[in-house]
């Protein structure tokens, strides 16, 4: 569509929120484009990224640790470290901490329990690409579904954080034992997020929550003024 920002949904074998994410771009006005694991570059005329949810080569290892070396992971480096927005959802925010590109670990649940449930996060900063639209204290409903979506970091490293304005989301409830309920982080330069919460599936009011369209919605302003970005 004319005048729509190029964002390149990456699938990796596992991947299987791909097409929702593309389907929830596309209704949001942006024009997604598939881009697969094995490839060196981004489609051309790529604006953002998106790392959708699923289970990236069977979770083997540890969630996202083998997706990290995926040739394209050097390419959605490059694009990061260029200034250009990246988001990482479910699967997609671990294998972006696996890579480097956001600070923390992702552990298995406490209780080691797979958890599906729509859960509410709280805006906690918007010093980010993200976030014109956002207000801190704001309150979004956004599906979870996964079972290593503990969010770790030290002591040290979470006062840096909270410090540097970069926890993004907090769960308003302690629903898998995250260090300070931390849901979704970004790196320091602002144009990298991740989250736990599926965005991609709370955009219809007919299916449910529409807690995901500020956070797509940031994605798509920031990928149309890459430039603006750190």
Not at 109 to 133: K, L, M, P, W, Y
Not at 168 to 185: E, S, T
Request: glycine share 16%; proline share 6%; net charge negative.
């Amino acid at each position: 569509m004319s005048g729509a920002p190029r964002i390149a949904v990456i699938t990796f074998p596992g991947s299987n929120d791909d097409g929702d994410a593309m389907l929830a771009l596309e209704l949001l006005g942006a024009e997604p484009v598939r881009a697969w694991h094995a490839d060196a570059a981004l489609p051309d005329g790529t604006a953002g990224v998106v790392l959708p949810g699923g289970f990236s080569y069977g979770d083997y290892l540890r969630c996202g640790a083998i997706a990290r070396f995926a040739p394209v992971m050097d390419a959605v480096g490059a694009f990061a470290a260029s200034g250009g927005p990246v988001l990482g959802i479910c699967n997609g925010f671990q294998i972006l901490c696996e890579a480097g590109l956001l600070p923390g670990v992702l552990r298995l649940n406490r209780g080691q329990q797979f958890i599906c449930a729509d859960v509410t996060v709280r805006v906690e900063s918007t010093a980010s690409a993200f976030a014109g639209a956002w207000e801190v204290g704001q309150e979004l409903v956004i599906p979870i579904k996964h079972g290593e979506g503990n969010w770790f970091g030290d002591d040290n490293l979470v006062a840096a954080l909270e410090a540097g304005g970069q926890v993004a989301f907090r769960y308003l409830d302690d629903v898998n034992g995250a260090v300070g309920r931390i849901a979704g982080v970004t790196n320091e330069a602002g144009n990298v997020l991740g989250l736990m919460p599926h965005p991609e599936h709370a955009v219809e009011e007919l299916l449910g929550p529409t807690g995901g369209v500020p956070v797509l919605a940031g994605l798509i302003e920031a990928a149309l003024a890459p430039a603006t970005v750190g």
